[in-house]
């Protein structure tokens, strides 16, 4: 016959377990979706990245461009 000390440690030793089963079960489920998830935000961050170079380097040129107006170059 077990204690009802025993029987608590049991308790706790078993739902221990079972919360681990089911972090196990969700982790392997959803792994693989969160690392694709990652991944695609990485590209579009990448991509952003780059327009936001284009960007600058046009906004760079158009400055130029006004210089050049604004002394006279393009008469």
């Given at each position: ?14 739902a ?34 780059q ?21 006279g170059?393009?008469?």
């Amino acid at each position: 016959m077990m204690t009802p000390e025993h029987q608590h440690l049991a308790t706790l030793v078993y739902a221990k377990a079972l919360r681990k089963q089911i972090e196990e079960r969700v982790e392997a489920k959803y792994l693989k979706r969160i690392e694709h998830l990652v991944g695609a935000n990485n590209e579009l961050m990448y991509e952003l990245e780059q327009r936001e170079l284009e960007l600058v380097t046009i906004e760079s040129e158009l400055v130029t461009v006004e210089k050049d107006v604004m002394e006279g170059e393009y008469e």
